[in-house]
Each structure stands twice: as structure tokens, then as C-alpha cells.
């Protein structure tokens, strides 16, 4: 059974307005400028189609929600109207049903399709929701002034017991503090709008996340890309319970988290602060994949991106590799992956034996062997003092 959607009816389209002027002749006027402009019918349907088209087929409909995603984005921020949107949609996926009713098709079949609809009309009306979301200004009140003035306090070497005061907030003695990155990700056919619309939603839910975690006692610096938390001890305790503020953020904004923790004292936070901003620095400069990570997870190659002699050293030693971005890549993943192949090939979408025998050239062109014991001391060495020379990231 086919499973084209039937087209809404036109009347929620934006029609440019006639009117007559004094010498008779008929001139197009454009819509009132009071009035919020409609998105267009036909988009939203097509965009219904789409979906359900995807999903008929088996897909995850990763495509079609990008690009629904980017298209509420852009009528939200044309101040369409969402009511409109949400009719429009309605009323198509309303014709679609009916065509199911008139099809002729047995029971089975209507069901499973009745199924097909419901999914797709919640994957619609959640994308539309969470673009025109996103595009509200938060209150005021969200910004927490009183607390963010104490969150700057800390970070930034000052007393904070005014601050503190003004706002309740009870200061703790020592602070868990996580430098904590929001990956975005777009499965879209144009990834940069998609991403800004994600950016601005994980933002918005992290931020209300912290915002009722120990009632307040959390404070938090974040931008869509990521920011600082301080987490007071001993609410979070344990490395446990580290675990689990990433995983419920990781969780809540629904998009990949990577983060780093230091544990400090009070006074010592600033400091901490900048130690695990490099910490997070390293861990991206390395690939690593997302997660949390503590000094302990990454000490040596923490040490080994230290400005000083032993790091242009160490970054020079696969040099050779300069014209071979392949092979360059196989090294890079291959570590990543923690010496794993076939994760390795999995990735690089090559057989298990290519990336034995690019380890072997890439052996005969730098000198040392990656896959002995001490090659492969040497050779981490070098990703984490080459990855980094080459990342520097501007904070």
C-alpha cells in the first residue's frame, strides 16, 4: 500500500491580498505586517511525507527529522505562526487517515499503518515543538543573575560570600569542578542549521538539568558549546555520582557529552578550572570519545602536552607521515579505539588485514614499530604531543 500523504488544504497559506487602486487597476498587496506570517502548506506537508516515507521504508528517519528540525527553525524565526504549523499538520496526516479508511486494505494492514502515522505525527509536532521552543528567549529569572555573580566569584579568585548571601547560596569547602563540552550533531543535509537549532535546545536543558540539582547548590557557566560546573562536595561524593551528573546530562540534552573533573578546594577553584579546561582540551585534541575523564585517565598524556623541549620532539617523530593522511588517520584511530582492529576497520570501513599492513608502513616510515610494547609507548606519545600542537584551542 502506497503511502503518500494527501496534500492540506491551502486556506492556512499566506495569499497575497488584492485591493484596487483609484485609477481601477488591480495591484498584489502583501499580507499585514501585525499579522505573523503562515509557513507554507505545501512544505509542511511535503515534510510530513518525508517522514512517514522514511519511516515506511524502515529508516530511522534521522534525514527527514533534520531537515524538519531546520525547517521549524526557520519558520519559527520567521515568526510563523505555530498554530498554524500545527494545524497544517494535522489536517494532513487527518487526510491520510481517511485515505486509509476509503483504501479497501485489510485490518492488518490499516493497523500497521495507523502505527506508521502516530509515529510520524509524534516525531512532527515534537520537532516543530522543540524549534519554536528554542527560539524563546528564557526569562529572566532563568539566568539566575545572583548566582551567576557567585559562579564568577569562584571561578574567578574573589570572595563570594556576598554574592552568596544575596542569592541563599550555601558555599562549600571544596568543589568538584567539571570543564563539560555539548556536541551537537546533525543527521541533515545541511548540518550547520540543524546544529544551531540542537546547540540551543541541549543548552536550554542542561541548564535546567543544574538548575534543580541540590537545590540550587550547583552553579554553572554554559554557552551551546559547553562551559564550567561546580559541583559542591559532598553532594557529589563519590566518583559515582560524578558519573551519574554526566550521564543525567548526557541524557537530558539528548546529544553526546564529554567532560573533565578536578577536585579542589574553595580557594584552590580557579586554578582547578584551568586545569581541566586543558584536561578537556587534551581529551578533544586526542579524539577520545565522549565521556568523563579525570586526571587520573589521562595523567601521562596530560604531562606530555606540557609546553617545553619534549614536546617539539616527540611531535616531530611522525612527520613522515605529513603526506600519508591515511595512514595518519589508521594511527589516530587505531589508539582511539584502545588497539582494538576490528573496531578500528569497522570505522575506517577497510578489511582488518588493511590496517595491519598501514601499521606495518607506517613502522617502516617513522622507524619505530607501533604494535611492540615500546613502539607503542613511543608512538602514543607523539599522537598526544602532535595532536595537541596542532589543536590549540582558543578559549
Excluded at 499538520?89 to 499503518?113: K, Y
Excluded at 551528573?245 to 584551568?274: D, E, G, K, Q
Aim: net charge negative; with cysteine.
Amino acid at each position: 500500500m502506497g503511502v503518500e500523504i494527501a496534500a492540506a488544504p491551502s486556506s492556512v497559506e499566506q495569499l497575497p491580498v488584492e485591493w484596487a487602486e483609484p485609477d481601477g487597476e488591480r495591484t498584489a498587496r502583501a499580507p499585514s505586517p501585525h499579522l505573523p506570517p503562515a509557513a507554507p502548506a505545501d512544505e509542511i506537508t511535503g515534510l510530513c511525507h518525508e517522514v512517514l516515507r522514511e519511516l515506511s521504508s524502515g529508516g530511522r528517519c534521522s534525514s527527514a527529522a533534520a531537515r524538519l528540525a531546520e525547517a521549524a527553525d526557520r519558520w519559527a524565526r520567521r515568526k510563523s505562526s505555530l498554530e498554524t504549523v500545527h494545524h497544517t499538520v494535522f489536517e494532513t496526516f487527518r487526510l491520510h487517515l481517511e485515505s486509509l479508511r476509503t483504501s479497501g486494505d485489510n485490518l492488518d494492514t490499516i493497523m500497521t499503518s495507523v502505527g506508521r502515522v502516530l509515529d510520524a505525527l509524534e516525531i512532527v509536532t515534537t520537532g516543530v515543538a522543540d524549534a519554536y521552543s528554542a527560539t524563546v528567549p528564557d526569562a529572566p529569572e532563568d539566568y539566575r543573575p545572583s548566582s551567576d555573580a557567585v559562579t564568577s566569584a569562584l571561578l574567578g579568585g574573589r570572595s563570594a560570600a556576598a554574592a552568596a548571601r544575596e542569592c541563599g547560596v550555601e558555599l562549600a569547602e571544596h568543589y568538584y569542578v567539571l570543564a563539560i563540552s555539548l556536541q551537537a550533531e546533525s543527521a541533515g543535509h545541511s548540518p550547520a542549521a540543524d546544529v544551531s537549532v540542537q546547540a540551543r535546545l541541549a543548552l536550554r536543558r542542561a541548564r535546567a538539568v543544574l538548575e534543580r540539582m541540590g537545590n540550587g547548590a550547583v552553579l554553572f557557566q554554559l554557552s551551546p558549546s559547553g562551559g564550567t560546573v561546580l559541583l559542591p562536595y559532598p553532594f557529589v561524593g563519590s566518583d559515582r555520582c560524578l558519573d551519574h551528573v554526566v550521564h543525567t546530562l548526557s541524557a537530558a540534552t539528548r546529544t553526546p557529552i564529554t567532560a573533565t573533573a578536578v577536585h579542589a578546594a574553595r580557594a584552590a577553584v580557579p586554578a582547578a578550572a584551568t586545569q581541566a579546561h586543558e584536561l578537556l582540551d587534551t581529551v578533544h585534541a586526542l579524539r577520545c570519545r565522549p565521556g568523563l575523564y579525570r586526571m587520573r585517565d589521562l595523567a601521562l598524556e596530560y604531562q606530555l602536552t606540557r609546553p617545553g623541549p619534549a614536546l617539539e620532539i616527540l611531535g616531530t617523530l611522525l612527520d613522515p607521515l605529513d603526506d600519508h593522511p591515511e595512514l595518519t588517520e589508521t594511527l589516530v584511530r587505531h589508539c582511539g579505539n584502545e588497539l582494538n582492529r576490528q573496531r578500528t576497520a569497522h570505522e575506517m570501513r577497510v578489511h582488518t588485514n588493511t590496517v595491519d599492513y598501514r601499521l606495518k608502513r607506517i613502522g617502516r616510515l617513522i622507524g619505530v614499530d607501533p604494535t611492540s610494547p615500546s613502539g607503542l609507548l613511543q608512538v602514543r606519545a607523539a599522537l598526544v604531543a602532535r595532536a595537541y600542537r596542532a589543536h590549540i584551542p582558543a578559549r
